[in-house]
């Protein structure tokens, strides 16, 4: 692998400390590098980002060569360019400093001989070897657990007269500068002088005693872990490992061991010794599975043959993917949907697409963020957030519909404000979207596309992804195939995409990811409009057998989910529902409900009249600057009058009492608080002309709002370097989130029915959080509506839904000869 033409982002954080140390100097610093830089256009820094720069000295830990170098990672910098700059400006000590780390990182280690497990009498020599090659400069540091051994610094270790302090595991690490490898572990067992050749007391008192206790330790993913618990007992004694209180098949030797962890195996540990008189249980140890590139999946359990001292595997049940239970510590996605571009052909399935999807998934208990019609700016805060709602072992699903395009295997996804002849620059790069999103260390990686993959002529630039994990736990689903059409279907007043026709009929379905849209992809190329024109293409590496079905097991951490229970919640509360009593004495109630989660209606409906008042309405004008509001829209009397094709909510509501809606669409445009006034009008009885009055109303930031995607983020590789740290219940400053945090959680609690969206009840009714219901549900509108204002027969839930017929899109009467009703995304 050529590491000069990786980006800055492989370079790791202490790596990027040191040269962020080098660069904070006046004479020979930060400034010179981002004036020299401007020689790419690429890399021009402007005068407000290098402002940005300079203020990072107010804080305590900042650091404006520190932030440079994330700028310069965000705009695609190379190691090489990195270090043309650093000699070009005579930073000799960052050159060669960089030059050294790229070097070591060239250079692989390779161990080629491993320590092996000895006996040994007492008094004896005993040495163990570890060898390995790589590049200059290689060196070894021998440990004995976590205790480094002293003059343990070659690739053999002598220990001289060996006694029972020198008994346990050893392993050997072997560095260079930022790179290091470590050795497999090496049992010495020291042989007391007064025991047998075998190495066995000619005989032992009776009773049951442990002498060696396991220790809890922390293993990176794909490592080996080994646990060992040794007794002396007469009978001889027997050994049951348990992990979280549950037996482990087959465990039943003094060592534990499980090769190539993965985060289920974190946990509890103990092992029960016991023999036919007597019992005891080992001290209970704690397993921590850190992070790694390298996340097979298997367990193996190993068993030690003392009479040939060696160690024999022997694979379990359990290591069998499809015997296992899988789940995820959570399940988060994120739909966006673009219809209405500014300067391309408009669509119309995007929005039908995104309702119906996410009515599914939310049936499978996802955090659902679904949003429509965002520019670049609001696309690229909204991955942000999303990826801040991920963590270890959460499945994150992202799916997009709109106009897309796809050059040299890279998917590019394009705003509502793309310019005519777009670029890369002008859009969202989905690879580098994976890439973040590996960054933290997700159970799944789905990624459905719904767009077009024509190659775009007007952009010839070749991104250079940085280096992905080999995670083994992505899946690609495309609509259409490489330089090829998406299209979408128009049925009545809905379109659906394509793809979404296929998809909802078998989302829901509980097999693997792959194996559920392979079965899409069947039953496209089945049907006679599709065939030849449209094909799913599913790229994956996914090894094991996870499914969207796959149960939600809260983390250990529980601070963890509530983190982001929260940090979801903050984006879903909707304004309580409000009664204003006017001074003629008529009440009018305001309600809310969410159709996306940037875009809400505000319903209002006259609930009390005074006798001599002969007619009355309250209609809604004056709204806050930002969102989106059609006049010729509001204070409409039906749903589908105000622009509003998908929710029922009409069938909710008693039919005889009169209200008007009044839909409000990007909410992710609101920078102040929303407020609005009522007009009422009414006449008297006794009177020909109207009275009006006005009421202002203010509810807050709702909805997606609070999170102000209108402003930008840090960069990526920043962002990375101080991003949210679930386990630490941290959250960064470049996320609103971090808006008085304890304010938004209180903001967040339910007191009644309508203070969040109903569709997640993780606030119970005293404001406490709870766990997330896994009953599948219908998507019912998000609305704060009181039970008593619903009709009386209404027993069952509404169909959230309109769009395609369910029945077999084979029997649609629809032909691409004629085509007004197809349209390419």
Not at 95 to 111: D, G
Not at 215 to 237: D, K, M
Not at 486 to 503: P, R
């Amino acid at each position: 692998m050529d590491y000069w033409n990786q980006g800055l982002g492989t370079l790791s954080e202490a790596v990027l400390c040191r040269l962020a140390d080098m660069l904070d100097n006046v004479q020979c610093g930060w400034r010179q590098l981002a004036s020299i830089v401007t020689e790419e256009p690429q890399f021009r820094c402007s005068e407000r980002e290098v402002t940005s720069c300079s203020l990072q000295v107010l804080s305590a830990k900042g650091s404006p060569g520190r932030y440079l170098l994330a700028l310069l990672a965000d705009k695609s910098c190379t190691l090489s360019y990195l270090s043309q700059y650093l000699t070009k400006m005579g930073h000799t000590e960052a050159a060669n400093y960089l030059t050294n780390t790229v070097r070591s990182m060239t250079e692989q280690i390779v161990i080629t001989e491993q320590p092996q497990p000895e006996r040994v009498q007492e008094g004896q020599t005993l040495t163990l070897t570890c060898k390995a090659t790589g590049p200059p400069g290689l060196e070894y540091q021998w440990f004995k657990g976590k205790d480094e051994v002293q003059g343990g610094n070659r690739c053999e270790l002598v220990l001289s007269s060996v006694g029972s302090a020198h008994a346990g595991h050893y392993i050997c690490r072997m560095n260079c500068g930022e790179t290091c490898v470590f050795s497999q572990w090496a049992k010495v067992s020291v042989v007391s002088s007064d025991r047998d050749s075998t190495g066995f007391a000619p005989s032992l008192v009776s009773g049951l005693r442990i002498i060696h206790q396991p220790r809890s330790q922390t293993v990176s993913e794909g490592e080996t872990l080994y646990l060992e618990c040794s007794a002396e007992a007469n009978p001889p004694p027997q050994y049951q490992w348990f992990h979280n209180q549950e037996p482990i098949k087959m465990a039943n030797k003094a060592f534990l061991k499980v090769p190539c962890v993965n985060t289920a195996d974190r946990g509890s540990y103990r092992c029960r010794v016991y023999n036919l008189y007597h019992e005891e249980w080992s001290d209970e140890v704690h397993v921590n599975i850190g992070p790694s590139s390298f996340l097979e999946s298997f367990w193996a359990l190993s068993i030690f043959d003392n009479d040939n001292h060696s160690f024999i595997n022997q694979i379990s049940d359990c290591c069998n993917p499809c015997l296992r239970c899988l789940c995820a510590t959570d399940k988060v996605a994120l739909l966006l949907g673009n219809m209405n571009y500014q300067h391309h052909r408009q669509l119309r399935a995007p929005m039908a697409d995104v309702h119906e999807l996410t009515n599914l998934l939310r049936q499978l208990d996802f955090k659902v963020v679904s949003l429509l019609d965002l520019n670049r700016q609001e696309m690229h805060s909204a991955v942000t957030e999303f990826l801040l709602l991920l963590d270890r072992g959460v499945y994150g699903l992202l799916y997009f519909a709109g106009h897309g395009y796809e050059n040299y295997g890279n998917s590019f996804m394009v705003p509502i404000d793309a310019p005519a002849s777009y670029t890369s620059e002008h859009c969202l790069w989905v690879q580098d979207i994976l890439q973040r999103m590996q960054e933290r260390q997700t159970g799944l990686n789905v990624f459905l596309l719904d767009m077009c993959r024509k190659r775009n002529p007007n952009d010839d630039v070749i991104p250079q992804p940085g280096p992905l994990r080999v995670t083994a736990n992505i899946v690609f689903g495309y609509a259409t195939c490489v330089d090829a059409e998406a299209y979408e279907v128009n049925e009545d007043d809905l379109s659906n995409g394509i793809f979404i026709s296929f998809l909802k009929r078998r989302l829901l379905e509980d097999e693997k990811v792959t194996v559920m849209l392979d079965r899409v992809a069947e039953d496209m190329g089945r049907c006679e409009i599709t065939r030849g024109r449209q094909a799913l293409e599913l790229r994956s590496n996914l090894s094991e057998r996870r499914a969207l079905t796959d149960r939600i097991q809260a983390p250990d951490c529980s601070v963890t989910a509530t983190t982001r229970n929260l940090q979801w919640a903050i984006a879903h509360v909707i304004p309580d529902s409000q009664c204003l009593k006017f001074d003629c004495g008529v009440k009018v109630q305001l309600g809310f409900a969410a159709e996306f989660s940037n875009i809400m209606i505000i319903y209002t409906r006259i609930l009390e009249t005074p006798k001599d008042i002969v007619s009355c309405s309250a209609q809604l004008s004056n709204f806050s600057e930002g969102p989106e509001v059609d006049l010729k829209l509001t204070n409409q009397e039906s749903l589908r009058d105000a622009g509003s094709l998908l929710l029922t909510m009409d069938n909710l509501l008693t039919p005889e009492v009169p209200r008007l809606f009044t839909r409000l669409c990007a909410l992710q445009r609101l920078k102040t608080d929303l407020s609005f006034t009522v007009c009422l009008q009414y006449r008297y009885s006794n009177l020909d002309e109207e009275i009006q009055e006005r009421r202002t109303v203010s509810v807050g930031k709702p909805l997606v709002s609070k999170l102000n995607l209108h402003e930008p983020r840090l960069p990526r590789s920043f962002s990375a370097s101080s991003s949210s740290d679930l386990h630490t219940f941290s959250i960064p400053e470049s996320s609103s989130f971090c808006d008085d945090l304890v304010g938004n959680f209180m903001a967040c609690e339910v007191s009644s029915a309508g203070s969040a969206s109903t569709s997640w009840s993780y606030y119970s009714q005293s404001g406490e959080l709870s766990a997330p219901s896994s009953s599948r549900r219908e998507n019912l509108p998000e609305e704060n509506e009181s039970p008593e204002y619903l009709a009386p027969d209404v027993s069952q839930p509404p169909v959230a839904s309109k769009s395609l017929p369910h029945y077999s899109v084979d029997e649609l009467d629809l032909k691409f000869s004629n085509m007004p009703n197809f349209h390419s995304f």
